[in-house]
T-cell receptor, first 115, second 118 residues
């Protein structure tokens, strides 16, 4: 079964600093991987997705992620944090075969941006 | 606003009461999903509809839970005899039909219904 593990439940950075949120996956087939962002009292918004094309994926709001098969990782980065980036971030993997509509999420990483 | 909508946004109930939530997907989306998110966890899949057919139910969905999508448009999720462990955010998502086999169509999420069982 597909699964993802997010390392670090809480990451704190200063405004303007690099953001790095870690995600490792486990999958028996080539995975489809996603990063979602959730602002307080709101639903999830897709930041970016990896679907076996380019390994470096660019998303919205200046975020990008790199798929590394050798490390089974899909870490999310942003060169310069902004106050508006403060939110919870979820890594997710798509199910395989007949369950390819199902998303399995990590536990989330809460990003705090300090002025 | 043409996004996924959910009603109510918040629900407080007493243990043992029944509650019902509604989800209105994006109009042209034939696929609809329910997820549950508890504090400190990511969303967990509950169930999936393609049009009006419920194609999968998670083991998380006990007999007290029932979901319907009678006309293939809006969906309802009912919890009978609520328990304190049911307290969570219930998220609905929808996606458009897949054109190519195995293609992925983005799931668009609603704002969720936060349930508190006292």
């Amino acid at each position: 079964a597909q699964s993802v593990t997010q390392l670090g439940s809480h990451v704190s950075v200063s405004e303007g600093a690099l953001v790095l949120l870690r995600c490792n996956y486990s999958s028996s087939v080539p995975p489809y991987l996603f990063w979602y962002v959730q602002y307080p009292n709101q639903g999830l918004q897709l930041l970016l997705k990896y679907t076996s094309a380019a390994t470096l994926v660019k998303g919205i709001n200046g975020f990008e992620a790199e798929f590394k098969k050798s490390e089974t990782s899909f870490h999310l980065t942003k060169p310069s944090a902004h106050m508006s980036d403060a939110a919870e971030y979820f890594c997710a993997v798509r199910g395989s075969g007949g369950s390819n509509y199902k998303l399995t999420f990590g536990k989330g990483t809460l990003l705090t941006v300090n002025p | 606003d043409t996004g996924v909508s959910q009603d109510p946004r918040h629900k407080i109930t007493k243990r043992g009461q029944n509650v019902t939530f509604r989800c209105d997907p994006i109009s042209e989306h034939n696929r609809l999903y329910w997820y549950r998110q508890t504090l400190g966890q990511g969303p967990e899949f509950l169930t999936y509809f393609q049009n009006e057919a419920q194609l999968e139910k998670s083991r998380l969905l006990s007999d007290r839970f029932s979901a319907e999508r009678p006309k293939g448009s809006f969906s309802t999720l009912e919890i009978q005899r609520t328990e304190q462990g049911d307290s969570a955010m219930y998220l609905c998502a929808s996606s458009s039909p897949s054109g190519l086999a195995g293609a992925y169509n983005e799931q668009f999420f609603g704002p969720g219904t936060r349930l508190t069982v006292l």
